[in-house]
């Protein structure tokens, strides 16, 4: 099993979002259909009587899966630059992820990062902080991360104060990517570093609680840089998916 395979193996189910009785301006439809531009997914509008406004609505074989309100994602990804994240603006425990990106888990999805895209990938940001937050709340548990390079824990302001953190807890935190930067003496951060494909060109954040805890604790991201700043990716709550998962890095890395 490589890194490729778990990426080829994803589900890929046939999901959508329905824009459901909008009253928001069309800016922030055009910012939504923008965001998922080129993926698999499709974003539709509906008008129905009596049905709340404003919500979006994650559908598959004609079942609503999720529902949130259209605020929440602009909230959390449609009104925001990844500078958010990147200068640690936004606090750990204020990071949310609306159902409706939950629900798209097993999708793959191609993104691009700046200046080919403003937006792509911040959806993968967003996951990445999500799951360490779900680390942080758990208290327990393993956390792997990639970084492709280690000396991004230390230049980016923001990941500094979560990996501090992470560190301040029982989290065992291992951390992946090229030779640049080492934890203090006294932190109990584990570092992987090396020169391999799998360290410069993955991006990886894995949670796995531990036994006692509830099933659906697992969540895994894995993305892999198909050229310059080109990511295809996708993230995954399936408990089988995340422990092999962690067990493939566990082993190779």
């Known amino acids: 099993m490589t890194l490729r395979e778990f990426l080829d193996a994803a589900e890929d189910p046939d999901r959508s979002l329905v824009v459901l009785n909008r ?7 055009n910012m939504l259909e923008g965001l998922f531009g080129g993926q698999s997914i499709d974003v539709d509008e509906i008008e129905l009587p009596d049905a709340e406004a404003d919500q979006v609505l994650v559908v598959e074989d004609d079942q609503v899966l999720a529902s949130s309100p259209l605020s929440d994602l ?3 990804i449609l009104f925001i630059n990844s500078d958010l994240f990147i200068t640690g603006t936004r606090d750990l425990e204020e990071i949310e992820l609306p159902e409706a990106l939950e629900q798209l888990d097993e999708i793959p999805f191609y993104l691009r990062g700046y200046p080919e895209s403003h937006s792509e ?3 993968l940001i967003l996951i990445s902080r999500y799951i360490e937050r779900r680390a942080w709340e758990e208290g ?9 390079n280690l000396s991004r824990i230390e230049d980016e302001v923001g990941t500094h104060q979560v990996y501090g953190r992470l560190d301040e807890s029982p989290v065992d935190v291992h951390v992946y990517g090229m ?8 932190s109990s951060i584990t570092i992987h570093a090396g020169y391999s494909r799998d360290f410069r060109e993955s991006w990886f954040v894995v949670y796995t609680p531990p036994e006692d805890r509830d099933a659906d604790s ?6 892999l840089e198909e050229a310059p700043n080109e990511w295809v990716g996708f993230w995954t709550f399936r408990q089988s998916v995340v422990e092999d998962l962690n067990r493939y890095i566990e082993k190779h890395l």
């Open 121 to 123: 990938k911040l959806l």
């Open 140 to 148: 327990e548990g393993t956390l792997r991360t990639s970084f492709q």
């Open 74 to 76: 602009q909230d959390a």
């Open 179 to 186: 030779p640049g930067w080492r934890p203090d003496p006294d």
């Open 218 to 223: 697992h969540v895994a991201l894995l993305a």
């Open 23 to 29: 009253t928001a301006p069309n800016p922030v439809q």
